[in-house]
């Protein structure tokens, strides 16, 4: 079978510090519309990875009296790590310091520069002295430095210049051929009026720092952040090199999933490097929203940084991924909370789904010994609870084509909602009173657990250890083709499966302890 190719990419972070909630947003959002994508039979590639160079790390590096790449060896373990403890399954970590990288950065250098898009110039910028880091005017905070506060100067350097502005009208043109290039629509207005404004040609390369990759043709020379950074997406496919399969397996990308910090780096800078270097434009670009704390952006200098590796102890990494993923529309900004948090595992996953299973799990084996009885024909009660059971994974499929994951998760606990109702309504706690009622019974039981076999399938991608612990309660551990998204048409539960109830997937969080 030739499947759909599907190729994602998260930002590749910088080795500067340990990583905070806001990335592990992202990521953990790539992960999960990659796993859906490979449910639901794509051929998924995911790529993470780091971005080593630039003079920020070659001081933090200074500061600490390491080398820069013993430095960033010891941070980039712990995003691996990091990774690990959050689920996230990625197919390739890229890391600029890698010569499979470098080599593809100067290779598209040197190309732009034969073909006449580079050329050299000087660069005028407000220099910050004891931070020796240059800034445009616009970046000062009231006419200083934006890192120390101190004064800074109008100093020149010689730098080689990207010249962006000759693409400008074939960029707009893209734009307006391709209205879903960049989501959410804000970030496209935004994008839109800012190149209107007149695009200026990009400095793509510095002399002040030694920390990068030199550019081939002018070695004094390295290439400035974002020209090494973003050409990681094809490095890692091995793009122009004599292995070049995944490139030209996986090229162009279906999504770069971004913060709405760096939308504009990937969607003015790196399309039109793929313009100049004649090559196809990733799909979408996604610039989903800010993960807020009520004392202002995070950052480790207020001392206000969440540590994902924290929270995972505490409350285990499903009900983590869960929380981020639903409470966060991507393309909206959100505040994190660790009371909503808390509400959002005790309301959602306790009591929803978790109670979902151990009260009908537990009638079970109250009421039939725990062996699951095939259903009678559904009654009116039933057809409803079926008829949405039946929708939801096609309403699920909906909101991840347009990566509305939130909307995708409510679609679900729509769904289980609706077996909790069902139970009300049914109340197979007085059916089980009365012998003549036991077809009813079975057939209420059974659909409930049907559903959550349904709802089970559903979550898998969003929290991948749920299935695990689920499938033997309902008794389908070794029925491997019941897990899959194809398997969701009713009725495939069979009966006589061995029912029991398990563990609690998700203890109560008392919320005065918070
Ligand atoms: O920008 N809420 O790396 P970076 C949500 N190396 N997302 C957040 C966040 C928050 N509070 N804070 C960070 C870089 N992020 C470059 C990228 S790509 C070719 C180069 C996430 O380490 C979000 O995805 O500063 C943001 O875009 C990214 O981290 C910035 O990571």
Not at 70 to 75: L, S
Not at 82 to 93: G, I, Q, R, T
Request: with cysteine; proline share 5%.
């Amino acid at each position: 079978m030739n499947k759909k190719r599907f190729y994602i990419t998260t930002p590749i972070y910088y080795p500067s510090d340990k990583l905070h909630i806001g990335h592990a947003y992202t990521t953990v959002a790539a992960d999960s519309i990659a796993r859906f994508k490979k449910i639901t039979g794509h051929d998924v590639y995911f790529l993470t990875g780091s971005d080593e160079h630039g003079q920020k790390i070659e001081r933090s590096a200074q500061a600490k009296g390491q080398s820069p790449i013993d430095y960033v060896d010891k941070i980039v373990e712990s995003f691996k790590h990091l990774w690990d403890k959050l689920d996230v399954e990625y197919n390739d970590f890229i890391r600029t310091t890698e010569d499979r990288h470098k080599r593809v950065v100067q290779m598209v250098i040197e190309q732009l520069y034969k073909q006449g898009d580079i050329y050299k110039s000087s660069y005028e910028g407000w220099y910050c002295t004891p931070c020796e880091t240059f800034f445009t005017e616009y970046q000062l905070v009231e006419g200083k430095c934006p890192d120390c506060n101190r004064e800074v100067e109008l100093l020149q350097e010689e730098s080689y210049f990207f010249r962006m502005s000759k693409y400008a009208d074939r960029w707009l043109k893209y734009i307006e051929d391709n209205p879903d290039f960049i989501q959410p629509t804000s970030r496209r207005n935004e994008m839109i009026s800012f190149v209107k404004q007149g695009l200026e040609d990009l400095c793509v390369s510095r002399t002040t720092f030694d920390w990068g990759i030199k550019v081939p043709f002018d070695p004094k020379h390295v290439v400035y952040v974002w020209v090494d950074a973003l050409t990681n997406y094809i490095s890692a496919l091995g793009y122009g090199t004599e292995d070049d399969r995944l490139y030209q397996k996986y090229w162009p990308a279906n999504v770069h999933l971004v913060g709405k910090d760096i939308v504009r780096f990937h969607t003015i800078i790196w399309p039109i490097m793929l313009m100049a270097l004649d090559l196809p434009l990733p799909k979408k670009v996604m610039g989903h929203g800010w993960l807020l704390l009520d004392s202002g952006k995070m950052s480790k200098s207020k001392g206000n940084v969440v540590d994902p590796l924290v929270l995972i102890e505490k409350y285990g990494v499903d009900a983590i991924r869960y929380y981020l993923l639903r409470e966060l529309p991507l393309g909206s900004d959100g505040y994190y909370s660790e009371e909503a948090l808390a509400k959002r595992i005790n309301v959602d996953l306790a009591n929803d789904y978790g109670n979902l299973l151990s009260r009908t799990t537990q009638m079970i084996g109250k009421y039939q010994q725990g062996l699951l009885q095939k259903p009678q024909a559904p009654g009116d009660l039933d057809a409803e609870l079926i008829d949405l059971a039946a929708q939801t994974p096609q309403a699920v499929e909906d909101a991840m084509e347009k990566l509305e994951i939130s909307n995708a998760l409510a679609n679900i606990w729509k769904l289980v909602g609706r077996a909790n109702k069902y139970l009300e309504e049914t109340s197979p706690w007085v059916l089980a009173k009365d012998e003549s009622q036991a077809d009813r019974l079975n057939t209420v039981l059974y659909n409930v657990m049907e559903v959550i076999r349904f709802a089970t399938v559903m979550i898998s991608p969003f929290m991948p250890n749920i299935p695990g612990k689920v499938w033997p309660q309902l008794g389908i551990e070794e029925k491997p083709e019941l897990h899959t998204w194809e398997s969701l048409k009713w009725g495939q539960l069979p009966g006589g499966t061995k029912v029991h109830k398990g563990e609690v997937l998700f203890p109560r969080i008392d919320l005065t302890k918070i």
